[in-house]
């Protein structure tokens, strides 16, 4: 009995994830880290399947439950957020964008969202595939992924993309993820949230239960930013989710309906 035991924990470890006992626990890889693999659905703290906690209203929801919390698109800032500390110049510069109703979003011509947006939007899943050596990110959200290695050299090539060079390590039970190399297209956290090149990100992953990740992000843009900018999001596990095909492109109607007002001289702006 004791070697059938023992052959059964092998057979365990060899497979690469270790379950920790009890529903509440976090699962493990085979070396004792907690496991980040699943899809996930960013800046909610509803547990359950993606409609059981997608029953509110708007953006995104099945409308099923009224009452139900509602789904914040990347625009919207939750309450008790910290704002952007940007310089006064570039704090004037978001300014414009919001009053002009946020018709310069990257995201309306169809470009990826970058980070951490990308992460914290809730509208669409996201997929994590972890292994010994690197930890694949998917984002249904315009298509768009990032391969993580683990206590890697940057290459030398790098070239400013959107989603930005990342690498990560292990600090404790915390996944950290140092990104650089961004270009200027995107923006960080809502509308005109812009930065530069100069864009250096660092992203914490604590998976504190079977369900949930707690997400944290420090934001360093020396060029607009007067301080490091820290935001705090959770993710949570979206079993029987899929990732599936999204094409902005194909009906993405927005860029000409402005540009029609704006010719019009329609009154649209909020200044």
Not at 34 to 47: E, H, I, M
Not at 212 to 236: A, F, G, H, K
């Given at each position: 009995m004791?070697?059938l ?8 470890a060899?497979?690469g994830i ?8 976090v699962?493990?890889?085979a ?5 980040l693999?699943?899809?996930?659905q960013?800046?909610s703290?509803?547990r359950?399947t ?18 139900a ?8 800032r939750?309450?008790?957020?910290e ?5 006064p110049w570039?704090?004037?510069r978001?300014?414009?964008a ?19 947006r990308?992460?914290m939007?809730?509208l ?10 690197q930890?694949?990110m998917?984002?249904?959200y315009m298509?768009v992924f990032?391969?993580i290695p683990f ?13 930005g060079?990342?690498?990560a ?7 950290v ?8 297209k ?11 090149d100069?864009?250096h ?5 604590t ?10 992000v ?6 607009v930013l007067t301080?490091?900018w820290t935001?705090r999001?959770?993710l ?14 194909e009906n993405?109607i ?9 010719n019009?001289?329609?009154?649209f702006?909020?200044d």
């Amino acid at each position: 009995m004791r070697a059938l035991v023992i052959a059964a924990v092998i057979a365990v470890a060899a497979s690469g994830i270790v379950s920790a006992q009890g529903p509440g626990s976090v699962p493990r890889t085979a070396e004792g880290k907690p496991d980040l693999t699943g899809v996930w659905q960013g800046g909610s703290t509803q547990r359950g399947t993606w409609e059981e906690a997608n029953r509110g209203v708007g953006v995104g929801g099945s409308g099923v439950d009224p009452s139900a919390p509602t789904v914040l698109s990347s625009n919207d800032r939750p309450e008790g957020r910290e704002a952007a500390p940007y310089q006064p110049w570039a704090a004037k510069r978001v300014v414009e964008a919001y009053n002009r109703r946020g018709i310069d979003d990257p995201t309306g011509l169809c470009l990826p969202a970058g980070i951490p947006r990308i992460v914290m939007l809730g509208l669409f899943p996201q997929q994590f595939v972890q292994t010994r050596d690197q930890i694949v990110m998917l984002y249904e959200y315009m298509n768009v992924f990032r391969v993580i290695p683990f206590n890697a050299k940057r290459p030398d090539d790098i070239i400013p993309s959107y989603m930005g060079n990342s690498v990560a390590q292990w600090e404790g039970d915390t996944l950290v993820i140092d990104v650089i190399g961004f270009n200027d297209k995107t923006w960080l956290a809502g509308t005109g949230t812009f930065h530069t090149d100069a864009l250096h990100i660092t992203e914490r992953y604590t998976r504190v239960d079977r369900d949930q990740i707690n997400y944290e992000v420090t934001i360093e843009d020396p060029n607009v930013l007067t301080r490091p900018w820290t935001l705090r999001s959770t993710l949570m596990l979206r079993e029987g989710t899929r990732l599936q095909e999204m094409v902005c492109a194909e009906n993405n109607i927005d860029p000409d309906r402005y540009e029609k007002l704006l010719n019009e001289g329609v009154k649209f702006t909020r200044d």
